[in-house]
């Protein structure tokens, strides 16, 4: 009887993000979307992409040209396909594949992939998500052709440029992309994704999405666009007007007609709205456009705004109380300068402010000690002294400004959004933010980028939308599942949860490995996995029990 031969490869939660893959039917969308030779290539352009999504959600700080020692102890042939080893994943393949994306447009082919993505998980996208967010960028690129041509070519090349801009990051050094996104409103899934030069301004960036795009958000059945105060400018808002779209956005609080109702609308006008929100309607007109705005004031808010307002005055008061002291130490020649001095001091105030103020004089000799009753005093000072009191008031008014927000919509007589939905639809724009932590996580595969071209960067960029794309669509279908069958997998704490983060799930199978027992056939067995974790496989269905079988 032969020797037998034993080999572990590494499986981890990567058989939960194959499985994905295969649901949503990325690798056969993209391999029927995109005419390859296959007898040129080991590795189909879907496959190939199936591989960089396995290596961004294999959360290994893994960049993408180390993609075949990323796969040297993984089981690819289970992972991907049939015939496909860790060598055939090297930087030709996968940069090749990047450049066919990019050939046949990164924001096409990715709108086409989500759209099918919310079919086959049952989703309806009617509230729409609009951020963006940039990335660093190592490498020269085509940023000096653009700093001396001084235009964006994005029309006549399809080619962004990666050149210097605001950074997120607070890194104004570095070259930057710019990536925009669409995610809708329950599970956080981008439907739609566009990579951005590097100095393009949300401002303007917002109004060409609305403009360029709208067919395709109505095309996803995006009935409602949201966005932050930076979509809200008079151009955005003039071009949004005449389409069928309803639109939800924040209100920069710099606005004159923002700032009046920030600060003086009386509290009691405020009427409750949801647990911890109160709100009052007013019904505007800017931009020539008539709207709805909802003024929030938020309980939350106002404790955070509190705490930190607390902090901020006990410094400043600290720094003001000791001028003060010093203010009382100086001498003055009459009583006029020290009010002067005492007027100063009080304008400069943000603080603090003096009470019970009195002048002193002060006699000076030219001896020490207690003088003769004939003597004469050489000169005379004059002392201030007063009480300080911190101005409560200005410290309430503060709280209260900072409690306060306003949402604007243009639907006035809120035929599709009551105020109720109105705020919550502004606070789901958490979900878009949310996947931009995701994709700056320093474990994902590309926290700073670089590739030889900027149509390959463009290509990752999309690349790295589909792992968000995969790992949000793979929570929800975890949640859900959940949630259909009433049970349950344990949480950090170990209790029961039925609302896991994917992020927490894959911890589960950390240590899940596959033991390859060759003799005259293979034999596989599946290592450290639990009974909880086949029982979640069992629940989710075949492309994923098999993976671990």
């Known amino acids: 009887m032969p020797t037998p031969n034993y080999e572990t490869k590494t499986i981890e939660h990567l058989g939960l993000v194959a499985g994905m893959v295969d649901e949503l039917g990325i690798v056969e969308c993209i391999d029927k979307l995109i005419e390859q030779d296959h007898t040129q290539r080991q590795v189909s352009i879907g496959q190939a992409v199936k591989a960089m999504i396995l290596n961004g959600l294999g959360f290994a700080n893994r960049r993408l040209y180390l993609s075949p020692h990323f796969f040297a102890n993984k089981p690819t042939e289970r992972l991907i396909a049939p015939g496909v080893r860790p060598e055939h994943l090297h930087d030709d393949t996968l940069g090749k594949a990047l450049d066919a994306l990019h050939t046949f447009g990164v924001s096409e082919l990715f709108t086409l992939l989500s759209q099918q993505a919310m079919t086959r998980l049952g989703l309806c996208a009617s509230h729409g998500h609009l951020d963006t967010t940039s990335f660093h960028v190592d490498g020269s690129y085509n940023s000096d052709e653009y700093n001396s041509n001084k235009h964006n070519s994005d029309e006549t090349e399809g080619v962004i440029h990666i050149t210097h801009g605001y950074s997120r990051d607070h890194r104004p050094d570095l070259k930057q992309v710019v990536l925009e996104l669409i995610s809708e409103h329950s599970a956080g899934i981008p439907v739609l994704m566009k990579p951005l030069s590097g100095n393009q301004n949300d401002k303007t960036s917002f109004q060409e999405v609305v403009t360029r795009h709208v067919g395709q958000l109505q095309d996803a059945g995006i ?29 920069p609080a710099t606005l004159s007609s923002a700032q009046e109702l920030l600060t003086t609308l009386p509290i009691e006008d405020f009427a409750p709205l949801v647990t911890g929100y109160e709100a009052v309607r007013v019904e505007v007109t800017y931009a020539d456009v008539v709207q709805r705005w909802l003024v929030v004031r938020s309980q939350a808010a106002r404790e955070r705004a509190r705490a930190t307002s607390q902090r901020q005055l006990l410094k400043a008061s600290e720094v003001e109380r000791k ?23 009080q304008q400069s105030c943000r603080v603090l402010s003096v009470s019970e103020v009195s002048i002193r004089q002060q006699q000076h000799y030219a001896k020490a000690g207690r003088p003769a009753k004939e003597a004469r005093p050489e000169r005379v000072s004059y002392h201030l002294y007063g009480v300080l009191s911190a101005r409560v008031s200005l410290f309430e008014q503060q709280v209260e400004r900072a409690s306060r927000f306003i949402l604007a919509t243009n639907d006035v007589t809120a035929a599709h959004l009551s105020d109720t939905e109105l705020l919550q639809a502004y606070k789901n724009q958490s979900k878009v933010e949310r996947g931009f932590r995701f994709l700056k996580d320093p474990m994902f595969l590309a926290s700073t980028l670089f590739l030889k071209k900027t149509e390959r960067i463009m290509a990752l960029l999309m690349v790295m939308t589909l792992c968000l794309l995969v790992y949000a669509a793979l929570e929800h279908r975890i949640r859900t599942t959940l949630v259909q069958h009433d049970t349950n997998v344990p949480d950090q704490k170990g209790k029961p949860t039925k609302r896991p983060t994917a992020r927490w799930v894959f911890e589960l199978f950390l240590d899940v490995h596959l033991l390859f027992i060759t003799t005259q056939d293979v034999q596989v067995l599946v290592m450290n996995l639990k009974d909880e974790l086949k029982q979640l496989l069992e629940l989710l269905g075949p492309p994923y029990a098999e993976a671990y079988s």
């Open 223 to 251: 009935e409602v666009l949201v966005t932050d105060s930076a979509g809200y400018t008079a151009t955005t808002l003039q071009a949004l007007h005449p389409m069928n779209v309803t639109w939800v956005m924040s209100v």
């Open 323 to 345: 001028r003060f002291e010093t203010l009382c130490r100086q001498e003055f020649s009459c009583e006029q300068d020290a009010y002067n001095a005492l007027a100063r001091y």
